[in-house]
């Protein structure tokens, strides 16, 4: 028996630095090729054994298999590769051809004989929900496996610079490892379940290459039990790749990002830009047979398109993505952030995952707060304290906090600020800090519009959210001041130059409170009568879908007059319907109240935790969310929008507008009393939260009992306290993150327990992923969770932006 040998002692045997870069090359095909999938006929091609070349410890291993195994030959020199290592290597190398082994594999992938999932996107998800096999199975037969993947392109992964996919095997630019995987994810029939299960592709257990493979164990086992420390080994000698590890500003899945969170044409631009601005795919698309020229992406599949995307480095990858976000040939609105989906595993010790918004992309951590320490670091970097001339500055800057040492006032002046405010107190103070940041951070400054879009992009990049900055309202605000200022302005006696100022104020001032209106009497017809548990989107407002559906609702609740008519309530609805509608939807929630019997929701419905335990509590019992608020919560809403709406019949809004094309001072006198009566009915709608303003934390306290209360503040100040843990955190609404929407006059348990939203604004990823959750049919007995549980986003279900 041999003596399995220390790192040390590998170094020591084994000094040529050219040995472990080729031992790592050798070790990347080899964690492809023992991953993929083959089908039972699969027979080594000597293409594929003929590159190798075996140190002693191999031979020895060769030897015994194929004379005292009868392992055939070209099984018995790949199971060198696969098995790779013992006491000694045995394969060397320096001397395998690798380039050939390489090759050899990708025309494998390019000809079918080896497999792999593509597991970007929703593909194969798509397909798992339409399988003919009970959602109780976690495996697929060989047989079940090949059906499967028929007709679907290779998968893309990579080990190293390999990279997988439908033009076989390619090289990038980048070190990564995306490991190659077999599981398929799915949704079971129940509703109930929030769990993403997954079927495992079965690769073909009686081809000869896997028949053999326990034999070579026992052939090593001759020499040693226990492998030398190969792993520690290759760590050690790679400096650069351990830098590139904790490098908390790129990570590998950058990649996940771009297959889950863009459309083909989204993938055909970033390939086309970094085809265009970059000399990085040369090589490759030479190779393919492909076209060096930008119309190339224009004929390729989304496996294609992200194959060769993924040749390109990650900073040229970042650089395609905030060029093409920040011109607007990528559109992301903004209160989108897109995550990756069914990929959305972190890489690194940071677990760092990629995030895309209106300001590009980002690495952010899914369980470490990164935003204040690279804003610190950031400071550090824009003022290096070893040179007492900047340091000197930072002092002056930072001079109104009282502390003995520059490093203890940067610590003040972040704590008493928001991250806001440090930015944009020291981003802008002096140029050197902006290039400073804009290197660091990896930002496109020259396609940035002003300052504001400065300080967004370094907070977004640095970790924090940049939803403090955003009021969906804030256009009719900036409106109202201005009618009102002019009819102020007029007096009683309004001269023809105060009737054309009064006039082009309030023109562009009603289409807005029309759309403000709208927006809100949709949205909270939508709230009180959606069952959202059952919701496919359960607590997500999508105004593009849910708006025409919940006035559709409203109009057809409508009774008919005398003459068989009724208020319109649609998309396209006028003030007069508008300011009648709240009403209207008083009336009908009135009377919802004596149906609660009727309204119940079905035994099966209700979640199988619901009444198996008594630690969580699901209190939406009834179809309709309204007739599970608490009994004040339903009488304060009703009488608050019958109020709000008997209000604006009274004054006269719908009226007043159709006035201005001739005012005379009667009718200015109206147009200050209609914009008075508006002026406490939309703040009225605001703290009751049927405007979808958007809460951010702002605050979270936790006591020495592990209890935690964040506090969130809206655009005007307005407050909400959350409660972790509470009985209701198996509901799936969203978390204490930015961009939520509460509603504070439907509350469900005392004290503040109210419903609360988010929204998924329509874009190409939202489109993407419209129908996801997307449920398989029921067939049998599901494997459904005994708690509602996100694996997706660590518990908790987030929209598809936020």
């Not at 991953?35 to 091609?45: G, H, M």
């Not at 009970?134 to 499967?148: A, G, M, N, W």
């Not at 492998?227 to 904790?246: H, M, Q, V």
């Not at 909400?720 to 509350?747: I, K, Q, T």
Request: hydrophobic share 40%.
């Amino acid at each position: 028996m041999q003596k399995a040998l220390s790192a040390a002692e590998l170094a020591a045997k084994y000094p040529d630095p050219e040995f472990r870069t080729g031992l790592t090359e050798l070790l990347n095909l080899q964690v492809l090729m023992a991953d993929c999938i083959i089908a039972d006929k699969y027979r080594v091609s000597q293409d594929l054994h003929q590159p190798l070349r075996l140190t002693d410890s191999g031979e020895r291993a060769f030897e015994f298999l194929t004379r005292q195994k009868n392992v055939p030959y070209p099984e018995a020199r790949l199971l060198c590769l696969l098995e790779m290592w013992n006491v000694d290597v045995l394969v060397d190398p320096i001397e395998t051809d690798t380039k050939a082994l390489a090759k050899a594999l990708g025309k494998e992938i390019n000809e079918g004989k080896i497999r792999f999932p593509y597991l970007h996107g929703r593909l194969l998800y798509d397909k798992a929900a339409d399988l003919e096999i009970s959602s109780s199975r976690t495996l697929l037969t060989p047989k079940e496996t090949q059906l499967f993947l028929d007709g679907t392109p290779q998968g893309v992964f990579q080990a190293g610079c390999y990279v997988t996919g439908p033009f076989g095997l390619l090289r990038s630019k980048e070190q990564r490892f995306l490991d190659p995987s077999r599981n398929v994810r799915f949704h079971c029939p129940d509703v109930a379940c929030d769990i993403l299960h997954r079927y495992t592709l079965q690769t073909a257990d009686d081809a000869q290459i896997h028949e053999h493979r326990p034999k070579i164990t026992k052939a090593l086992e001759r020499d040693s039990r226990e492998p030398s420390d190969w792993g520690t080994f290759l760590r050690d000698g790679n400096s650069g790749a351990t830098k590139a590890i904790f490098n908390d500003l790129t990570a590998d899945s950058l990649i996940y990002l771009v297959g889950d969170c863009l459309d083909i044409a989204e993938l055909r631009s970033v390939l086309s830009w970094l085809i265009t601005e970059t000399g990085q795919l040369f090589e490759a698309l030479t190779e393919c047979g492909l076209p060096t020229a930008e119309r190339t992406a224009r004929s390729l599949n989304e496996a294609q398109l992200l194959q060769l995307i993924c040749i390109a480095d990650n900073r040229h990858i970042t650089a395609a993505l905030d060029s093409l976000v920040l011109n607007r040939t990528i559109i992301v609105p903004d209160d989108e952030v897109r995550r990756p989906i069914l990929n959305a595993k972190g890489s690194g010790p940071y677990d760092m995952v990629a995030e895309l918004n209106r300001c590009g992309v980002r690495l952010n951590s899914r369980h470490l707060n990164v935003g204040p320490l690279r804003l610190r670091r950031l400071i550090g970097d824009m003022y290096p304290l070893d040179n007492e001339q900047e340091r000197s500055e930072l002092d002056w800057q930072m001079r109104e906090e009282l502390a003995e040492t520059t490093e203890a006032r940067i610590e003040k002046f972040i704590q008493k600020r928001s991250p806001r405010e440090v930015v944009s107190s020291l981003l802008l103070v002096r140029h050197s800090n902006l290039i400073v940041a804009t290197e660091s951070l990896q930002i496109r400054d020259e396609l940035l519009r002003d300052d504001e879009d400065r300080v967004n992009s370094v907070l977004w990049k640095l970790g924090f959210s940049i939803s403090d900055s955003l009021d969906n309202y804030s256009d009719f605000w900036r409106y109202l001041e201005a009618t009102k200022r002019a009819c102020q302005n007029a007096g009683v006696n309004p001269q023809l130059f105060d009737v054309e100022q009064i006039r082009r104020e309030a023109g562009p001032f009603f289409p807005e409170l029309e759309k403000v209106l709208k927006d809100c009497l949709a949205f909270v017809t939508w709230a009180l009568l959606t069952d959202h548990y059952s919701s496919e989107r359960r607590f997500v407002y999508r105004p593009h879908i849910d708006m025409p559906a919940a006035l559709k609702t409203l109009h057809d609740l409508q009774p008919k007059d005398e003459q068989g008519r009724r208020i319109s309530f649609n998309t396209e609805s006028t003030l007069y319907a508008l300011v009648r509608g709240f009403g209207a939807l008083a009336d009908h929630l009135e009377a919802v109240r004596g149906r609660g019997d009727e309204l119940l929701r079905d035994e099966a419905e209700l979640p199988r935790w619901a009444k198996a335990q008594q630690l969580q509590i699901f209190p939406f019992l009834h179809s309709i969310p309204f007739l599970d608020l608490l009994p004040e919560s339903q009488s304060g809403i009703i009488d608050g929008l019958r109020r709000q709406s008997e209000r604006m019949v009274a004054a006269e809004v719908s009226d007043v507008r159709n006035t201005l094309a001739h005012p005379r001072t009667a009718d200015v006198v109206k147009l200050a009393l209609a914009l008075e009566t508006i002026e406490e009915v939309v703040p009225f709608l605001r703290t009751a939260g049927y405007l979808r303003q958007q809460y951010r934390p702002i605050k979270t306290e936790i006591d020495q009992a592990g209890i935690s209360v964040t506090t969130l503040s809206d655009p005007f100040g307005q407050t909400v306290l959350m409660h972790e843990p509470s009985y209701f955190d198996w509901l799936d609404m969203p978390p204490a993150m930015a961009g939520v929407h509460f509603m504070p006059a439907a509350y469900f348990y005392e004290p503040s327990k109210m419903l609360r939203f988010v929204t998924e604004t329509s874009s190409a990823f939202s489109d993407l992923w419209r129908n996801f959750p997307r449920r398989q049919k029921k067939r049998g007995i599901t494997t459904s969770s005994a708690r509602p549980s996100s694996v997706l986003l660590g518990g908790q279900r987030r929209p598809l932006n936020d």
